[in-house]
C-alpha cells in the first residue's frame, strides 16, 4: 500500500488524536498542555483531527479493495 502525504499526515494526526485521548483519560490533556495559551490553535488541532479522521474513514476503506 503506497500512502501520499496526505494520507500520512492524516494518519499521524489521527495517532495523535488517539494518544492525546488516552492521556485525556488519565486526566493530561496533551494538546491543551502544549498550546493553552492559543486557544485558537488549541481549537485548530482538534479541527484537523476529526478532519483526518473522517479522511481516512472515506478512503481507507477503498483502499482494501484493490
Known sequence: ?????????????????????????????????????MPWLVTTVYALVGLSALYLALVFPKVGRK
Not at 488524536?17 to 490533556?29: A, E, F, H, Q
Open 1 to 37: 500500500m503506497n500512502l501520499t502525504k496526505l494520507d500520512a499526515t492524516a494518519l499521524v494526526l489521527v495517532i495523535i488524536g488517539g494518544l492525546n485521548w488516552g492521556l485525556v483519560s488519565l486526566g493530561y490533556n496533551l494538546v491543551t498542555g502544549l498550546l493553552g495559551s
